[in-house]
C-alpha cells in the first residue's frame, strides 16, 4: 500500500473558527460542493443518502398520522400568491419570478415556489365541497425556493430540500389538533432519529409563518457559537385561507362554511443541524440511524500473503453484517489504513472494524467507536452482529446525551437585561427570561442585540416574574438567542 496524506489534519478547529469548520466539513466529507449557480449547492451522493434515510423515516412517521403523499407544481401563477396580501409580504424579498417562457413574455408571471399554500388551497376549493370530503391529508415531498442573500451549505440555500404537509378540516379544534399532532412528529423524529434535543413551543406574533393563525416550532441548539435554528415549524391557519381562497363545505345541519388549514415543514437544514450539533476537530459524527455507512471494515495487510486472508475474512464478516446494518469494506489499494482511518473518521461512520492478520489468526475484529476515539475492542467474529447493532444504539444514546448535556450547559435564566446583552454578544447560548408579550420590548431586544424570541416554550413555570426588558408582569418565560 502507497503513503498518502491525512488531509483530515488540514480541518480547522472549531475554537479556532466554527464557520469555516462547518464549510470545510461539509465540502471534506463530500456531503455538498459548491454550485456554479449562487446560493445554490450540489448534494453529493454521501449526502444525499443521508438525506434518503432522514426522509424514510419521517415519510413513515408522516404517514402513521393518515396523511398521503402528492406533488403540486413548482410554479404558481402571481395573481394566486398575491390572494393573501400578508403571505405575499411575507415571502416578496425571497421569491423569484419566471418572466419569460421560451421566446414570450408571459402574461402572467409565475412565482417559483417558496411554499405551496397558494397552489394547494385552490386545488382544495375544487375537492371540498362536504363535510364528508373531510379531513384532507396532503404531504409532497420537493424542493422550494427562496432568494437568500447569505447562503450557506443545508442552512440557507437559495433552493432546499424538504416536505411541506397541508391539511384541511372542519373544525378550528381539528386543525390544532393537527397542527400540534405535526409538531410532536417532528420532535420526536429529530430526536430520536438525529439525536438532537428541541425546545417545543410557541412563535411570537411577529416571528409566525406569514398568514398563520399560529405558528408552532421545535428549536435547536448548535455547537460552536450555541445558536438556535429552527428545525421544523407546523402552523394552524385557522380558516384565513379558507376565506382567502373560498374553500367551503356543506356541514352536517346543510349550511356552509369555511374550512381551517394548517401547513407544516422540515427542510433539509436539519442536515447541517446534524453536522453543528454532532461534529467535532476530526469531522462529523452522524447518527447511527440515518447515517449512510453504519460500519465500514478496514483491512490491515503488510505482505502478499497476508493480504488473501485479511480480504476473505473482510467478506464473511461483511456478509454476516450486512443482513443486519448499513456495512461498507474499503479495499482500495491505493490509501494506507491510516488514511482510511481518518477519512472515515471525517465522514462520521459510527462503527469502523479493523481486520489485520492477528484478528484474522483469533477470528475476531477490532472495533472502534467514533464518538469515542481512543478506544479499541476485540470482538469475536461469531458474536460480531449483537455486539454491532448493540454498540450502534449505544452510540445513538450517546450523541443524544452529549447534545442535550450542552444544550442544558449553555442555557441559563436570565433576570437582568444588561446580562442578556453579554450573553448574547458572547454567543453564551440560550437564554431563559420572562417578557410581558410587547412587541416593542421583543423589537428592542432584537435591535439592540439581534436575538429574537426563538419560542415561547409550552412548559411554563407555575409563577411568572417580570418583564426583562421593561419590568412590567410577565406574560410567558421565552427563549432569547441568536439564529441561524
Known amino acids: 500500500m502507497t503513503t498518502d496524506r491525512k488531509y483530515v489534519e488540514e480541518l480547522i478547529e472549531q475554537e479556532d473558527d466554527f464557520d469555516r469548520w462547518y464549510v470545510e466539513v461539509i465540502q471534506k466529507a463530500e456531503l455538498a460542493d459548491e454550485s456554479p449557480v449562487r446560493g445554490t449547492r450540489v448534494i453529493r451522493p454521501y449526502g444525499f443518502a443521508l438525506w434518503e434515510n432522514m426522509q424514510a423515516e419521517l415519510d413513515r412517521r408522516i404517514k402513521a398520522t393518515g396523511v398521503q403523499n402528492a406533488y403540486f407544481p413548482l410554479f404558481i401563477p402571481k395573481s394566486f400568491l398575491e390572494r393573501e396580501a400578508e403571505h405575499i409580504k411575507g415571502f416578496a424579498p425571497e421569491v423569484a419570478w419566471v418572466t419569460r417562457g421560451g421566446d414570450k413574455e408571459l402574461e402572467e408571471w409565475l412565482a417559483v415556489r417558496p411554499t405551496s399554500e397558494s397552489i394547494i388551497c385552490p386545488m382544495f376549493a375544487r375537492w371540498v365541497q362536504s363535510y364528508r370530503d373531510l379531513p ?28 411541506e404537509g397541508h391539511t384541511v378540516h372542519a373544525t378550528l379544534e381539528e386543525a390544532e389538533e393537527r397542527a400540534r399532532l405535526m409538531l410532536e412528529v417532528y420532535r420526536d423524529f429529530v430526536e430520536s432519529e438525529l439525536a438532537i434535543p428541541v425546545i417545543p413551543g410557541q412563535k411570537t406574533e411577529s416571528e409566525k409563518f406569514a398568514g398563520a393563525l399560529r405558528t408552532y416550532t421545535i428549536e435547536a441548539m448548535m455547537g460552536g457559537k450555541h445558536w438556535a435554528l429552527q428545525s421544523a415549524t407546523s402552523h394552524n391557519l385557522g380558516d384565513h385561507f379558507g376565506k382567502v381562497f373560498d374553500i367551503t363545505f356543506l356541514d352536517r345541519e346543510g349550511k356552509r362554511r369555511y374550512v381551517f388549514n394548517t401547513s407544516w415543514g422540515l427542510s433539509h437544514r436539519t442536515i447541517g443541524a446534524m453536522v453543528m450539533v454532532h461534529g467535532d476537530d476530526r469531522g462529523l459524527k452522524l447518527p447511527p440511524r440515518v447515517a449512510p455507512i453504519q460500519v465500514v471494515i478496514v483491512p490491515i495487510w503488510r505482505k502478499d500473503e497476508e493480504r488473501r486472508q485479511v480480504e476473505e475474512t473482510v467478506d464473511r464478516v461483511r456478509a454476516m453484517l450486512r443482513r443486519a446494518v448499513r456495512v461498507h469494506a474499503d479495499l482500495r489499494d491505493d490509501k494506507t489504513p491510516g488514511w482510511k482511518f481518518n477519512d472515515w473518521d471525517l465522514k462520521g461512520v459510527p462503527i469502523r472494524l479493523e481486520i489485520g492478520p492477528r484478528d484474522v489468526a483469533s477470528d475476531q ?110 406574560k410567558y418565560q421565552v427563549i432569547w438567542a441568536r439564529a441561524y
Open 136 to 163: 384532507i391529508l396532503i404531504n409532497q415531498w420537493c424542493s422550494v425556493v427562496r432568494w437568500e442573500e447569505r447562503p450557506r451549505a443545508f442552512l440557507r440555500t437559495l433552493e432546499f430540500l424538504w416536505q
Open 365 to 474: 475484529v477490532t472495533l472502534v467507536r467514533r464518538d469515542v476515539l481512543g478506544q479499541r475492542q476485540a470482538v469475536p467474529i461469531a458474536n460480531l452482529v449483537g455486539a454491532v447493532q448493540s454498540e450502534l444504539e449505544s452510540i445513538q444514546v450517546s450523541l443524544f446525551r452529549a447534545a442535550r448535556a450542552m444544550l442544558e450547559r449553555y442555557t441559563e435564566d436570565v433576570r437582568d437585561y444588561e446580562v442578556l446583552k453579554e450573553r448574547v454578544a458572547t454567543n453564551a447560548g440560550f437564554n431563559r427570561a420572562f417578557w410581558c408579550g410587547d412587541p416593542a420590548c421583543e423589537a428592542r431586544v432584537k435591535a439592540e442585540t439581534k436575538a429574537t424570541v426563538r419560542c415561547i416554550p409550552f412548559e411554563q413555570p407555575a409563577e411568572l416574574e417580570p418583564c426583562l426588558v421593561c419590568g412590567a408582569p410577565g
